[in-house]
């Protein structure tokens, strides 16, 4: 459900189907992205995934969710319109540019990838794509990132932003709003801004999150940002 009631629709799509992109890593290491859906995602990994997500909200620093979701609120909010997962994968020979990323064949599936590993030693990330508003305004994206915390420190997130600046305005979208980037998040905010992110707006106040280590919960800022992918 939307805030503003009901559900959201999606802008309309042109071309053709979104397939698999790879992106470098460090040590000949990739990350390949793969467009998922409710449908295509085992369950033993969207139970994985809901594990990852929980986590970050027992952190109760990054999303303002306060309560772990069940197994069906967690795909409801994250498989609502769009998601990719980001898969540890071997660089291929052609890559190229580290920045850039390379499209794979519509024919390369998941599984082929994960070839028989754990989710937790493959899964490097995840992110939603949805519209943030609805009607006249459904042009705007929002996104929701995640990268497990095994795996923070690999610089997953700017390359999982590289690809969401790929991917959004295939979807159809012309710009995309972050309405809740908190100040405290200093790896994504140095995201964002490296990224070319515009900060719109700063809301005082707008996270009652968790204190570090025991200390009392605190009130802090959050950043709104703006990118336009029709410039």
Same mark, same amino acid.
């Given at each position: 459900?939307?805030?503003?009631?009901?559900?959201?629709?999606?802008?309309?799509?042109?071309?053709?189907?979104?397939?698999?992109?790879?992106?470098?890593?460090?040590? /000949?290491?990739? %990350?390949?992205?793969?467009?998922?859906? @409710? !449908?295509?995602?085992?369950?033993? =990994?969207?139970? *994985?995934?809901?594990?990852?997500?929980?986590?970050?909200?027992?952190?109760?620093?990054?999303?303002?969710?306060?309560?772990?979701?069940?197994?069906?609120?967690?795909?409801?909010?994250?498989?609502?319109?769009?998601?990719?997962?980001?898969?540890?994968?071997?660089?291929?020979?052609?890559?190229?540019?580290?920045?850039?990323?390379?499209?794979?064949?519509? /024919?390369?599936? %998941?599984?082929?990838?994960?070839?028989? @590993? !754990?989710?937790?030693?493959?899964? =490097?990330?995840? *992110?939603?794509?949805?519209?943030?508003?609805?009607?006249?305004?459904?042009?705007?994206?929002?996104?929701?990132?995640?990268?497990?915390?095994?795996?923070?420190?690999?610089?997953?997130?700017?390359?999982?932003?590289?690809?969401?600046?790929?991917?959004?305005?295939?979807?159809?979208?012309?710009?995309?709003?972050?309405?809740?980037?908190?100040?405290?998040?200093?790896?994504?905010?140095?995201?964002?801004?490296?990224?070319?992110?515009?900060?719109?707006?700063?809301?005082?106040?707008?996270?009652?999150?968790?204190?570090?280590?025991?200390?009392?919960?605190?009130?802090?800022?959050?950043?709104?940002?703006?990118?336009?992918?029709?410039?």
């Amino acid at each position: 459900m939307s805030p503003y009631g009901g559900t959201i629709s999606k802008p309309e799509r042109t071309g053709g189907p979104l397939v698999p992109r790879t992106y470098k890593l460090a040590n /000949s290491q990739a %990350l390949t992205v793969f467009p998922v859906s @409710r !449908e295509t995602v085992p369950n033993e =990994l969207l139970a *994985y995934l809901q594990g990852v997500f929980n986590d970050v909200v027992e952190e109760g620093r990054t999303y303002p969710q306060m309560s772990p979701l069940s197994l069906d609120e967690f795909a409801a909010y994250f498989f609502a319109a769009d998601c990719f997962i980001g898969i540890l994968d071997a660089a291929p020979a052609d890559l190229g540019d580290a920045s850039a990323g390379m499209d794979r064949d519509e /024919s390369l599936q %998941l599984e082929s990838v994960v070839a028989g @590993r !754990e989710w937790r030693d493959c899964v =490097l990330g995840m *992110y939603y794509v949805k519209p943030n508003y609805p009607g006249r305004s459904s042009h705007l994206c929002n996104g929701g990132f995640v990268v497990p915390t095994v795996h923070r420190g690999l610089r997953v997130g700017s390359t999982l932003g590289r690809s969401y600046l790929h991917y959004a305005p295939l979807l159809g979208y012309r710009g995309s709003v972050f309405n809740l980037v908190y100040v405290s998040n200093v790896a994504s905010v140095k995201i964002w801004d490296g990224l070319g992110f515009q900060r719109a707006g700063l809301i005082p106040g707008a996270g009652k999150l968790k204190g570090k280590d025991g200390a009392e919960d605190e009130y802090v800022d959050a950043i709104v940002y703006n990118y336009q992918f029709v410039k």
